[in-house]
T-cell receptor
Framework: GAVVSQHPSWVICKSGTSVKIECRSL??????MFWYRQFPKQSLMLMAT?????????EQGVEKDKFLINHASLTLSTLTVTSAHPEDSSFYIC?????????????FGEGSWLTVV | AQSVTQPDIHITVSEGASLELRCNYS??????LFWYVQSPGQGLQLLLK??????LVQGIKGFEAEFKRSQSSFNLRKPSVHWSDAAEYFC??????????FGAGTRLFVKA
């Protein structure tokens, strides 16, 4: 089946620094990718929709200048958490929708744990 | 507003007993419906999905779900639970825009 890979799986960074998380579709092209955040023992909350070659669409309440999303190719979207703070510590998950499909199946990555100290 | 509701925060079931996890959705039209499972610290695994057609959907690991339009529900069932089924289960829905909305999740505990 289709595989979505996230890197890194976990990262620890100092408060005030920036950290980048990659989301790659390994065996398919994805015009659209999605970024979610999941706090401990909570559900997944959609942060933004990443569109290849155009600006991401952010959900209400998500700071676009803090969570930079770049979808430079059909297989890669990146999420950069800028000036990270401890409250940004969370589980970040991406998903991707294959471009060559008429269905509505999307594939999720394994997630990336971010801890800001 | 579009929403997915999972009424049960957690459920405890004896191993070998049957399981039903509830899910209700609120959308303007029938969305695409999904059930995912998440083990602690792990990503999501798709159990099953409903797009159209037969309202009883078979998934992996012996799970099934039934779509009931009249009740706006998509409940997940398993006839006999195994200890390895203990995890967090998320019901989710999306429309043509492919944005997926997740329910709050139901934590399943399995007792011996």
């Amino acid at each position: 089946g289709a595989v979505v890979s996230q890197h890194p799986s976990w990262v620890i960074c100092k408060s005030g620094t920036s950290v980048k998380i990659e989301c790659r579709s390994l065996d398919f092209q994805a015009t659209t990718m999605f970024w979610y955040r999941q706090f401990p023992k909570q559900s997944l909350m959609l942060m933004a929709t990443s569109n290849e070659g155009s600006k991401a669409t952010y959900e209400q309440g998500v700071e676009k200048d803090k969570f930079l999303i770049n979808h430079a190719s059909l297989t890669l979207s990146t999420l950069t958490v800028t000036s990270a703070h401890p409250e940004d510590s969370s589980f970040y998950i991406c998903s991707a929708r294959p471009s060559q499909t008429s269905g509505n199946t999307i594939y999720f990555g394994e997630g990336s744990w971010l801890t800001v100290v | 507003a579009q929403s997915v509701t999972q009424p049960d925060i957690h459920i405890t079931v004896s191993e070998g007993a049957s399981l039903e996890l509830r899910c209700n959705y609120s959308y303007g039209a029938t969305p695409y419906l999904f059930w995912y499972v998440q083990s602690p610290g792990q990503g999501l695994q798709l159990l099953l999905k409903y797009f159209s057609g037969d309202t009883l959907v078979q998934g992996i690991k012996g799970f099934e779900a039934e779509f009931k339009r009249s009740q706006s529900s998509f409940n997940l069932r398993k006839p006999s639970v195994h200890w390895s089924d203990a995890a967090e289960y998320f019901c989710a829905a999306s429309t043509g825009g492919f944005k997926t909305i997740f329910g709050a999740g139901t934590r399943l505990f399995v007792k011996a």
